[in-house]
């Protein structure tokens, strides 16, 4: 079993519409989560990042922790077409002593927005 | 403007061939690290660094090398003995115990021919 699993999708949505990205996890000691996003052929880029449970509103985007379910989620309100990209949840455990951590990551999920 | 820089952006390899993916970073950041991705299996680890001249093998080392001489440089080796090279690489590198993640480069991508 992958330490963390996310919904493959891909997502075809029309603009304007709610996304909801998932991933669930079964490593205890993740406690930092995040959400990238991947436009074709670039490098990741950070969107979102949290460590408690609860909801992180940032603009259009809401991430959501759960950690007595290991599950997280990323919602996209009036999603664009500029919004079309891969997403990928990341997740790391508590960095301590010279540690920094390495970031287990989802497989990703390819979403396209269409006008 | 500070970030991570990775060369080629293509590159194209013979069988039996060692190829060398260069990453600097000016960030001054301690850490460092390679990914690799394929489609439908997201990033995974390859090899990673959190101080000048030490480094650790992550999830997929084989056939594969790194040095660390310079805090700023992290260069990965994809030896004839990986059997199955042809993938997006990544070079990232993070200067934060935090949460806040990684800085990742724009990626090489490396095709067998």
């Known amino acids: 079993q992958k330490e963390v699993e996310q919904d493959p999708g891909p997502l075809s949505v029309p603009e304007g519409a709610i996304v909801s990205l998932n991933c669930t996890y079964s490593?205890?000691?993740?406690?930092?989560f995040m959400w990238y996003r991947q436009y074709s052929r670039k490098g990741p880029e950070l969107l979102m990042y949290t460590y408690s449970s609860g909801n992180k509103e940032d603009g259009r985007f809401t991430a959501q922790v759960d950690k007595s379910s290991k599950y997280i989620s990323l919602f996209i309100r009036d999603s664009q077409p500029s919004d079309s990209a891969t997403y990928l949840c990341a997740m790391r455990q508590v960095a301590g002593g010279t540690s920094y951590g390495k970031l287990t990551f989802g497989q990703g999920t390819i979403l396209t927005v269409h006008p | 403007d500070g970030g991570i820089t990775q060369s080629p952006k293509y590159l194209f390899r013979k069988e039996g061939q060692n190829v060398t993916l260069s990453c600097e970073q000016n960030l001054n950041h301690d850490a460092m690290y390679w990914y690799r991705q394929d489609p439908g299996q997201g990033l995974r680890l390859i090899y990673y660094s959190q101080i000048v001249n030490d480094f650790q093998k992550g999830d997929i080392a084989e056939g594969y090398s790194v040095s660390r001489e310079k805090k700023e440089s992290f260069p990965l080796t994809v030896t004839s003995a990986q059997k199955n090279p042809t993938a997006f690489y990544l070079c990232a590198s993070t200067g934060d115990r935090g949460p806040s993640g990684y800085t990742f480069g724009s990626g090489t991508r490396l095709t067998v021919v």
């Open positions: 490593n205890s000691a993740f406690q930092y």
